[in-house]
């Protein structure tokens, strides 16, 4: 036999579940929002730099002089460049995927959306980025960077620019 549970203890029941997954949410929404180490697929990595004023090979530095950020350390490149980004209803740099190279970019300062998608899972999402997040996109994966506010970026990958690789994308959520 169940034994008897008054309507207040099931209410008190009710409203602790309600809690938890409000905190639950709210802690994936924070993750998801500060973009630490968030994996949408194989294809996309995010990552924001430690800061700290210990020996690491990739770190933000951030004293009352300025900042010293140590982006990517014992990695090869072949390709480095650098763009900034109003906000704006049609300022967008990307709209594009690629089917050879990696991509990596840094972001220097401001904030910006990218909206990616998986163009082998259709697994689309757009996540918000902010200086020192570091991103890497992958082959086959559509992006699209919009400045939420004035933001400047650094991009470099592996290999010589190849505008062949360069194929359009415009069916962003």
Same mark, same amino acid.
């Given at each position: ?14 409203? $602790? ?6 905190? /639950? ?5 924070? /993750? ?8 949408? $697929?194989?294809?996309?990595?995010? =990552?924001?730099?430690? #800061?700290?004023?210990?020996? /690491?090979?990739?770190?933000? /530095? ?34 594009? @995927?690629?089917?050879?190279? $990696?991509?990596?970019? @840094?972001? +220097?300062?401001?904030?910006?959306? #990218?909206?990616? #998608?998986?163009?082998? $899972?259709?697994? =689309? ?28 970026? +650094?991009?470099? @990958? ?5 505008? =062949? ?9």
């Amino acid at each position: 036999m169940l034994p008897v549970v008054s309507p207040i203890v099931k209410l008190v029941a009710i409203f $602790t579940l309600i809690i938890v997954l409000m905190k /639950l949410r709210l802690s994936l929404g924070a /993750l998801r929002d500060n973009c630490e180490d968030f994996v949408m $697929t194989e294809k996309i990595k995010i =990552e924001e730099l430690p #800061v700290s004023e210990e020996f /690491l090979r990739e770190k933000r /530095l951030l004293q009352d002089r300025g900042e010293l950020a140590l982006i990517a350390d014992g990695q090869p490149f072949r390709h480095l460049g650098y763009f900034s980004l109003n906000p704006g209803e049609n300022h967008f740099r990307g709209g594009h @995927y690629h089917k050879g190279k $990696t991509e990596h970019f @840094y972001v +220097i300062s401001g904030e910006l959306e #990218v909206s990616l #998608v998986d163009l082998e $899972t259709n697994e =689309e999402t757009t996540i918000r980025l902010r200086a020192g997040h570091r991103v890497r996109i992958r082959p086959m994966c559509a992006h699209r960077f919009r400045a939420v506010e004035p933001a400047q970026v +650094i991009e470099y @990958y592996d290999a010589l620019y190849d505008p =062949e690789d360069d194929h359009p994308y415009h069916d962003f959520c």
